[in-house]
């Protein structure tokens, strides 16, 4: 059925960039909704950033100006492209896909932001 699997995590210096993918199989993807979530540890999870089927985006206040998201429907792939990373991006980044109201999970990609 649906799956979604992110990679692109790894260890970033304070200033560096990063980009993450998601990869949809399973679903119509390109009138699925599509959104990025992080999760601190021991803290709840946070949304990131979203995108509608037509391109519209939004973001959290906190990545806004730095962190771009955006969608390839031929490659059924959704992105998250960080930029001017801080050490409180330091998080597990899992991916969403939301169609008829019903929400479906990555395993998440953890990504360190660290000197």
């Known amino acids: 059925q649906v799956q979604l699997v992110e990679s692109g995590g790894g260890l970033v210096q304070p200033g560096g960039s990063l980009r993450l993918s998601c990869a949809v199989s399973g679903t119509i993807f390109s009138i699925n909704d599509m959104a990025w979530y992080r999760q601190a540890p021991g803290k709840e999870r946070e949304f990131v950033a979203g995108i509608s089927p037509g391109g519209t985006t939004n973001y959290a206040d906190s990545v806004k100006g730095r962190f771009t998201i955006s969608r390839d429907n031929a490659k059924n792939t959704v992105y998250l492209q960080m930029n001017s990373l801080k050490p409180e991006d330091t998080a597990v980044y899992y991916c969403?896909?939301?169609?008829?109201?019903?929400?479906?999970w990555g395993k998440g990609t953890l990504v360190t932001v660290s000197s």
């Open positions: 969403k896909s939301v169609r008829s109201g019903i929400h479906y």
